[in-house]
């Protein structure tokens, strides 16, 4: 066991994705909080064929980067060659930096696999993070002015539904906030890159709730209105993530899911459509910028895995995790 996780280790070490001039899995493993996360754990369970004591193992990866910019071809990738090629290729403009425009916040979003998780976390026992793709798998600009007018959601059902009473809606969302966890789950999908569906006239029907505890999720575009621009975040990183699944259908959602913010500053995680208030207190704010305008937010979402392995596995899990994070300290 002390062999494999060495022989990782050394692997590890020696590759150049520690000094990447772009967020890696590094930028996770580096948060204060990491071990807490991932939140290790094994209880007894039995093997088969042959019968055998073994250990059911639980734990969470950082699987997906979701950036949330102020600028179309604004991204924190951008020196990622694909991602780049991705960035120069898009001609949108819409909608374009407005902050705090009477209380309407306008962005654009990404989604990309975490870059090197899966090299990372693969001797984890019931595997690791996603393949590297080197390239955006969800992009806002590929929605042309859909992102701008949110049309193609105009006629889902349960947003013509909750029009008919707004305030219900957020009461509704009100109570959500109190555990999150509203998230629908999707089935797994191809792994792919990021493409353009400005001919897309209609969204398929949504599973996802519209009445959220951050706000109301339909339509989904790039604009909104809320109280501040941290919330405004959030909600259009959950718009871009729920298209990504039913939409772009390149993104595998969970139902146990949790997220945690890298950029401004790294929180502790939280579910989605928490309440904003306990989401501050868990560090999910502005204090990390040091000064000039408010730019830019950088999240990663936690997916669990489970799994039943023999006993030794438990304990190389740990030494792995302690490894990792020693390869990637200080970078």
Not at 38 to 64: D, G, K, M, W
Not at 212 to 237: E, N
Request: net charge neutral; glycine share 6%; proline share 7%.
């Amino acid at each position: 066991m002390h062999v494999r996780v060495a022989l990782w280790g050394s692997l590890l070490s020696s590759r150049v994705f520690a000094s990447a001039a772009f967020p890696t899995i590094c930028d996770v493993v580096n948060t204060p909080t990491f071990q807490f996360e991932v939140n290790l754990q094994s209880t007894p369970a039995t093997c088969e064929f042959p019968a055998r004591p073994c250990s059911q193992i639980s734990y969470y990866v950082p699987h997906y980067f979701v950036e949330v910019v102020n600028n179309p071809r604004e991204s924190f990738f951008s020196k990622i060659p694909g991602v780049a090629l991705q960035l120069t290729l898009n001609t949108a403009i819409a909608p374009f930096a407005a902050e705090d425009d009477n209380e309407s916040y306008s962005f654009h979003a990404h989604v990309i696999h975490i870059p090197f998780s899966q090299e990372a976390l693969a001797p984890m026992p019931c595997g690791g993070g996603a393949p590297d793709l080197f390239c955006l798998s969800v992009m806002s600009e590929h929605l042309g002015t859909h992102w701008s007018t949110g049309a193609p959601d105009m006629w889902q059902p349960k947003l013509l539904a909750w029009s008919l009473s707004p305030k219900a809606c957020l009461v509704k969302g009100a109570l959500t906030s109190i555990t999150g966890d509203w998230t629908a789950k999707q089935a797994s999908v191809p792994q792919l890159c990021s493409v353009s569906l400005e001919w897309l006239p209609k969204y398929p029907p949504s599973l996802q709730a519209i009445c959220t505890g951050w706000g109301i999720h339909f339509p989904r575009s790039g604009t909104v209105t809320s109280s501040d621009q941290t919330t405004a975040s959030l909600i259009v990183a959950s718009r871009i993530k729920s298209l990504g699944a039913e939409v772009f259908q390149s993104l595998a959602i969970e139902q146990d899911e949790k997220w945690q913010m890298i950029y401004p500053q790294t929180s502790s995680s939280f579910r989605e459509g928490q309440n904003i208030a306990y989401l501050r207190v868990k560090g999910v704010n502005e204090l990390g910028r040091i000064g000039g305008k408010f730019r830019n937010y950088l999240y990663v979402i936690w997916q669990k895995r489970t799994c039943i392995r023999d006993l030794p596995f438990v304990a190389e899990a740990h030494a792995w995790l302690a490894t990792l994070q020693s390869a990637c300290k200080g970078l």
